[in-house]
C-alpha cells in the first residue's frame, strides 16, 4: 500500500478501496443490530420506546466519542486505533449474539457504537490523505462501502439471523476480525505517510469567510444533518415495521425491502463525492435534500409497489448529500480533518440515536404510518442550503486565524445538544 498504489493523479486507490472494503464490514455489522429488532421485539416483548433505546444506545456513544477522538488524533494520530476499533465491533457481536436481556443488548450496543466511534473520524482522515486532492470521490468511495455494508446486512439477517436464530450473530464476528488485519496494514501506511510528509507538509487551503459567515455556514450544514439523518433513521428502524403493519409483509420479505433502499442509499453515497467534486458541493447538498421533499411527502399514501419504488428515488436523492457536507465542513474549517469528520460523523449518529428514541415513543402512541407522514417534511430544512456559500470562490492559500475558535464554539455548542438529548432520551 505504499507509493506505488498511487495513479498519476496521486490517489492511492489501493487504501481507498481498502478503507472502503472495511468500512463495508464494519457497517454491515453495525446493521445486525437493526436487524434483529423484529426478533428480539417478539422474544423479549420489547416495546417500540425500547427498540428506539437501543439505537438511542448504539448511536449516543458512537456520536459523543467521535470528535473528542478526531479532536486529539488532528494533533496526535493514532496510527493502529483503526484495527483496535473492530476489535470494540467483534466484542459487541458477540455479546449480541447471546444477549437474553434488554441490559445486554444495551451494552453489546454500546460496545458496538465504541468501535465506530474510533473507526469513522480516523478512517476519513486516511481518505483524505490518500485521495490526491479528489477529496469528494474519495470521500464517497470510502462512505459507499458502509452504505453498501449497511445494505447487504439485513439481507443476510433476514437469511441466517431470522433462519437460524440470535446466536448466529457470532459468525459475522469473523468479518471484523478480517477488518482489523486490514487496517492493520493500513495503519502501517498511514504512519509511513505522515512520517514522509514531516512538519514540512504544506499547510491546507483556507478561505475568505469572515469568523461569523463560517460559524453560520456550520450551523446549517448541522441543521441539514439533522433533516437527513432523521429521515434515513426512520427507515433503518422502522421501516420493516411499517411494511409488516401496512402491507401484512413477513419479516423475511420486508428485510428485503429493506435492503433495497439502503442499496439505493449507497449508490446515491458514491455519486455524491464525485459529482460535487465537478459542480460544487453546495448544489449536491441542496438538490439532494430539499430535491426529495415531494418523494417523502407521497410515501406514507403510496401502495406496496409505489411504496418500493419510492424508497429508491429517496434513498438515491438523499443519500448524495453526506459526503459532500462532511467535505464542504473540512473546507470550512481547514487543518482539522479528524475532528471536522467526527463532529459531523458524530452528529449523524447522535441525531439519528435521539432520533430514533423519540420516533418510537411517537409510533407507539400514534402509529407507524404517522411517524412516516410527520417525518415527510423533513427535507424542508434543505431550504436552508440556498445560504450556504460558494467555496469555490472564496478560495485562499493561507488558513483562516478563527478556525481554533470557530471550533470552540461549536464543539461548546455541540456538547449543550448532546446533553439535553441525553437528558430527553
Not at 486505533?81 to 447471546?98: P, W, Y
Not at 487551503?205 to 469568523?211: D, F, I, M
Not at 456550520?218 to 402491507?247: D, G, M, R
Request: charged share 10%; hydrophobic share 50%; with cysteine.
Amino acid at each position: 500500500m505504499g507509493s506505488k498504489a498511487q495513479d498519476h493523479g496521486g490517489t492511492v486507490f489501493a487504501v481507498l478501496i481498502s478503507l472502503s472494503a472495511c468500512h463495508m464490514l464494519n457497517d454491515m455489522n453495525q446493521s445486525m443490530l437493526a436487524a434483529i429488532y423484529p426478533t428480539v421485539k417478539e422474544t423479549m416483548g420489547l416495546s417500540f420506546t425500547q427498540i428506539g433505546g437501543i439505537t438511542l444506545a448504539f448511536q449516543a456513544t458512537a456520536s459523543l466519542l467521535q470528535p473528542m477522538i478526531g479532536f486529539f488524533t488532528d494533533k496526535k494520530p493514532l496510527y493502529r486505533s483503526l484495527s483496535l476499533a473492530m476489535l470494540f465491533t467483534l466484542c459487541g457481536l458477540v455479546l449480541l449474539s447471546v444477549a437474553s436481556s434488554y441490559p445486554v443488548l444495551l451494552a453489546a450496543a454500546m460496545l458496538i457504537g465504541s468501535g465506530s466511534a474510533v473507526f469513522h473520524p480516523e478512517s476519513s482522515r486516511v481518505a483524505r490523505l490518500a485521495s490526491g486532492g479528489r477529496y469528494g470521490m474519495a470521500q464517497s468511495l470510502f462512505q459507499v462501502g458502509g452504505n453498501f455494508g449497511s445494505a447487504i446486512g439485513p439481507l443476510l439477517a433476514a437469511f441466517i439471523v431470522v433462519a437460524r436464530g440470535q446466536s448466529s450473530i457470532a459468525w459475522f464476528a469473523l468479518g471484523a476480525l478480517l477488518a482489523s488485519i486490514i487496517l492493520w496494514r493500513i495503519g502501517g501506511w498511514y504512519r509511513q505517510h505522515v512520517t514522509a510528509a514531516g512538519p514540512a507538509r504544506a499547510a491546507p487551503a483556507g478561505h475568505t469567510l469572515s469568523r461569523r459567515r463560517t460559524g453560520w455556514a456550520l450551523a446549517i450544514l448541522v441543521c441539514l444533518v439533522f433533516s437527513k439523518n432523521v429521515y434515513l433513521v426512520s427507515f433503518s428502524s422502522f421501516y420493516t415495521f411499517y411494511l409488516i403493519e401496512t402491507f401484512h409483509l413477513s419479516v423475511q420479505n420486508a428485510q428485503i425491502c429493506l435492503f433495497v433502499f439502503l442499496a439505493a442509499v449507497a449508490a446515491g453515497t458514491f455519486l455524491g463525492g464525485p459529482v460535487g467534486d465537478r459542480i460544487g458541493r453546495k448544489h449536491v447538498i441542496w438538490i439532494s435534500i430539499f430535491g426529495v421533499l415531494p418523494f417523502t411527502l407521497i410515501l406514507p399514501y403510496a401502495g406496496l409497489a409505489a411504496t418500493v419504488v419510492l424508497s429508491v428515488v429517496i434513498g438515491l436523492i438523499l443519500a448524495s448529500a453526506f459526503s459532500a457536507i462532511v467535505v464542504f465542513g473540512q473546507e470550512l474549517v481547514p487543518g482539522r480533518v479528524g475532528l471536522i469528520a467526527g463532529l459531523f460523523f458524530g452528529l449523524a449518529f447522535g441525531v439519528a440515536g435521539v432520533g430514533a428514541a423519540v420516533l418510537g415513543v411517537v409510533a407507539d402512541h400514534t402509529s407507524i404510518g404517522f411517524v412516516y407522514r410527520l417525518c415527510g417534511f423533513l427535507p424542508l430544512f434543505g431550504l436552508l442550503a440556498a445560504f450556504l456559500p460558494d467555496m469555490r470562490e472564496m478560495a485562499r492559500p493561507p488558513v483562516s486565524n478563527d478556525s481554533e475558535e470557530i471550533l470552540s464554539d461549536l464543539l461548546q455548542a455541540t456538547g449543550d445538544i448532546h446533553e439535553r438529548g441525553g437528558a430527553g432520551g
